[in-house]
């Protein structure tokens, strides 16, 4: 059982940055590869940026490459997401979430996932 809980999200204008963080807490967090996904309203969930749970491996959807990085701390417990040169396209509700899986990009792949944080950039 793995719980998940966002924070970090807020208003900024576009070109700003922001980090969002994902505290976890069970018993083998650094045995579940993590992701962060993001919804706009009346949109579907899509993939934003994934991590295996060594650590080794990324993937990044083409829209935030270069802009978007994803990092975790097994030590705390934590995964994040540094969000530089942000753009009002990037406004939507994001979410981090855990899979059993070695990596995916796939949202049906993951088995728990957090409440969300708000992200709104204005221009």
């Known amino acids: 059982q793995v719980q998940l809980v966002e924070s970090g999200g807020g208003l900024v204008q576009a070109g700003g940055s922001l980090r969002l963080s994902c505290a976890a807490s069970?018993?083998?967090?650094?045995?579940?590869?993590m992701g962060w996904f993001r919804q706009a309203p009346g949109k579907e969930r899509e993939f934003v940026a994934a991590m295996s749970w060594r650590g080794v491996s990324t993937y990044y959807a083409d829209s935030v490459k270069g802009r978007f990085t994803i990092s975790r701390d097994n030590a705390k417990n934590t995964v994040y997401l540094q969000m530089n040169s942000l753009k009002p396209e990037d406004t939507a509700v994001y979410y981090c979430a855990a899979t059993v899986r070695i990596i995916s990009y796939k949202c049906h792949e993951y088995d728990y996932w957090g409440q969300g944080t708000q992200v709104t950039v204005s221009s």
């Open positions: 069970g018993r083998t967090f650094s045995r579940y590869a």
